[in-house]
């Protein structure tokens, strides 16, 4: 069965300090893994990719098959990623949420 | 235009049925429906393509969907409880979640 855990439901740092939000996957197959991001009052939408390995708006995350983890990273936290984040796992066409963090970046 | 979705908000009594709608982006094939509450955060319902449900998730009968061949979805829920009270997502891509999916904006559903 697919499974995706984020362990934190609220995250709080300061602007300027690092970010972590952690996932941590369950799946048997090869994983194709997802982090989306929902503003306030805006639509859910895609914030990257694994499969791209790309930086978006400073974000990197990095799959980690031997930890079962996708964790979510940037550097130095802005006051406008404050938002919902959620990381997602896709398998068997089929598109498995987890909970979801809460970020709050405080000025 | 992205995803759109209707009704953005309706109230309906237990008991009674509801039709949701959802326009995917043109030329998009594929639609997925969620469910979305605080309690259980982000739930796959199902899965369309080309008309046919390729994917379903753990929801009861009571949950169906269909595709129109323009690729429009509609999701039905009968015999409403409590519970069913949520967000209601779509979800659209080219061929299937390999591609980039986007979300509309949702439907929201109260149960009274």
């Known amino acids: 069965a697919q499974r995706v855990t984020q362990p934190e439901k609220l995250l709080s740092v300061f602007k300027g300090a690092p970010v972590e939000l952690k996932c941590n996957y369950s799946?048997?197959?090869?994983?194709?893994l997802f982090w989306y991001v929902q503003y306030s009052r805006q639509r859910l939408q895609l914030l990257l990719r694994?499969?791209s390995r790309e930086s978006i708006k400073g974000f990197t995350a990095d799959l980690n098959k031997g930890e079962t983890s996708f964790h979510l990273k940037k550097p130095f936290a802005q006051e406008e990623d404050s938002a919902m984040y959620y990381c997602?796992?896709?398998?068997?066409?089929?598109?498995?949420f987890g909970q979801g963090t809460r970020l709050t970046i405080n000025p | 235009t992205g995803v759109t979705q209707s009704p953005t908000h309706l109230i309906k009594t237990r008991g009674q049925q509801v039709t949701l709608s959802c326009s995917p982006i043109?030329?998009?094939?594929?639609v997925s429906w969620y469910q979305q509450t605080p309690g259980q955060g982000l739930q796959f319902l199902f899965e369309?393509?080309?008309?046919?449900?390729?994917n379903k998730g753990n929801f009861p009968g009571r949950f169906s969907g269909r595709q129109f061949s323009n690729s429009r979805s509609e999701m039905n829920v009968s015999t409403l409880e409590l519970g069913d009270s949520a967000l209601y997502l779509c979800?659209?891509?080219?061929?299937?979640?390999?591609?980039?999916?986007?979300f509309g904006e949702g439907s929201w559903l109260t149960v009274v």
């Open positions: 979800a659209s891509s080219l061929v299937d979640s390999e591609n980039t999916i986007y």
């Open positions: 799946y048997s197959g090869s994983p194709e």
């Open positions: 043109s030329g998009h094939r594929s």
């Open positions: 694994h499969i």
């Open positions: 997602a796992l896709e398998g068997a066409q089929k598109l498995v």
């Open positions: 369309y393509f080309s008309e046919t449900q390729r």
